[in-house]
């Protein structure tokens, strides 16, 4: 819970549940470091709303091992919390917890709702975690593929994150359970205030990130990692300068700023036209209205139909227009239905001239209209309200 996912991802759905008035008891595996500097903040946070939370210490090493354990301690405190506190359901969120979820399930009866998240397992092959031609990685697979089913098959309500996920899911042949509810990776949509409510700070924070008041802005927003493909996103923006000569690339992530302006020499994009600007959460909305358009390419696998970029809604309640890339959750889907920007199939020089070539119009597009499908699709309230039905659902 310490970690940004945490906050964000967790906690104020929790927040709104035990409003209703169910009593929460949550386990966490906490990372050493971030644990120690927001233990209070989180303890707080959860203490106020009637959340009882049990922290764990995450170990990472050795490999398999640390996980082994790390599930063994979740499994005894669960054990312990159901025998004392009557817990009447648990709430698993991925694979991991899910293992014991479902050992909850068999042996106290209660209710167990997977929240998947993802095609976890195949996320771990199609970001070279697992390489299969590893004998080892290749029985773990097979595993939790062989428990997938399981969860899916005896949950009593399945979460995905996309209609996409959700329509794979009914289709294989192995699937024997229930409806299967979506809920989005939402967003906190209060936070990112539309543009027009901070255009008189959009050019003081130009000014403090050292970008020209007449730069065009193309901005990147969150972490670059396995699947965010900066190469790619480093070629639309040397096509977009063709258009823009002005144009600044402004990355608002806690990376070390050296790997991008590396691979940003390489491609012969001088420095100065790249900002890198670490931003704590509650500056994120100011740094980011700065941006005249946004982009994000996420290398599509068959994993990826599970993915909700966070970032997509975060962005659109800004009124920011996306460049954005197919292969990826319900990403086209919502673009279609209201989001400003356009859609890339193929990473190809042509796609992004194409793109370019339309920007006048794409920046024309109203941006109450971006903001309006983000609210429909994204909105915390609402995501909340979903898990509100779930639980009364299997709870009463």
């Known amino acids: 819970m310490t970690d940004p996912l945490g906050q964000s991802q967790v906690i104020p759905y929790l927040k709104g549940l035990a409003e209703c008035g169910y009593t929460i008891h949550l386990i966490s595996f906490e990372k050493s470091e971030r644990f120690s500097k927001g233990k209070s903040q989180i303890e707080n946070i959860l203490s106020t709303s009637g959340i009882q939370?049990?922290?764990?210490?995450?170990?990472?090493?050795p490999p398999i091992i640390s996980t082994l354990k790390d599930v063994k301690r979740m499994e005894l405190l669960a054990v312990k919390l159901i025998r004392s506190e009557h817990i009447a359901m648990v709430h698993c969120r991925s694979y991991i917890s899910a293992l014991v979820g479902l050992k909850m399930k068999r042996k106290f009866g209660v209710k167990f709702l997977f929240d998947m998240r993802g095609f976890w397992a195949d996320e771990r092959v199609d970001g070279n975690i697992w390489k299969l031609n590893n004998p080892l990685?290749?029985?773990?697979?097979?595993?939790?593929?062989?428990?997938?089913?399981?969860?899916?098959?005896?949950?009593?309500?399945?979460?995905?994150?996309?209609?996409?996920?959700?329509?794979?899911?009914?289709?294989?042949?192995?699937?024997?359970?229930?409806?299967?509810?979506?809920?989005?990776?939402?967003?906190?949509?209060?936070?990112?205030?539309?543009?027009?409510?901070?255009?008189?700070?959009?050019?003081?924070?130009?000014?403090?990130?050292?970008?020209?008041?007449?730069?065009?802005v193309l901005s990147y927003l969150g972490s670059l990692g396995t699947w965010y493909m900066l190469d790619e996103m480093l070629d639309f923006f040397k096509v977009l300068k063709e258009y823009k000569p002005e144009a600044v690339f402004l990355f608002i992530t806690a990376d070390k700023p050296e790997e991008i302006y590396s691979r940003s020499?390489?491609?012969?994009?001088?420095?100065?036209?790249?900002?890198?600007?670490?931003?704590?959460?509650?500056?994120?909305?100011?740094?980011?209205?700065?941006?005249?358009?946004?982009?994000?390419?996420?290398?599509?696998?068959?994993?990826?139909?599970?993915?909700?970029?966070?970032k997509m809604g975060e962005l659109m309640a800004g009124g920011i227009p996306l460049i954005v890339n197919a292969g990826v959750g319900d990403v086209e889907q919502i673009m279609q239905d209201g989001g400003n920007g356009r859609v890339i199939q193929q990473f190809t020089a042509d796609e992004y001239h194409d793109v370019c070539r339309e920007l006048d119009s794409i920046l024309a597009e109203d941006p109450e209209r971006t903001i309006q499908c983000?609210?429909?699709?994204y909105s915390l309230e609402q995501g909340t309200n979903h898990y509100k039905l779930i639980y009364q659902r299997l709870l009463g």
């Open 265 to 310: 020499s390489i491609k012969e994009i001088p420095s100065s036209a790249i900002v890198v600007k670490s931003a704590a959460r509650s500056e994120v909305p100011a740094v980011a209205s700065v941006s005249d358009l946004s982009v994000f390419f996420i290398r599509p696998s068959f994993s990826k139909k599970a993915s909700s970029p966070t």
């Open 137 to 216: 990685f290749k029985t773990i697979y097979t595993f939790f593929k062989r428990k997938e089913i399981q969860f899916l098959n005896q949950a009593d309500a399945i979460v995905s994150l996309t209609h996409n996920a959700a329509n794979e899911i009914k289709n294989w042949e192995d699937f024997k359970g229930g409806s299967v509810d979506v809920i989005p990776c939402c967003a906190d949509l209060n936070l990112f205030e539309t543009r027009s409510s901070i255009t008189n700070q959009k050019f003081q924070t130009k000014a403090q990130l050292g970008i020209p008041e007449s730069a065009f």
């Open 53 to 61: 939370w049990h922290p764990l210490p995450y170990t990472a090493s």
């Open 374 to 377: 983000a609210q429909k699709w």
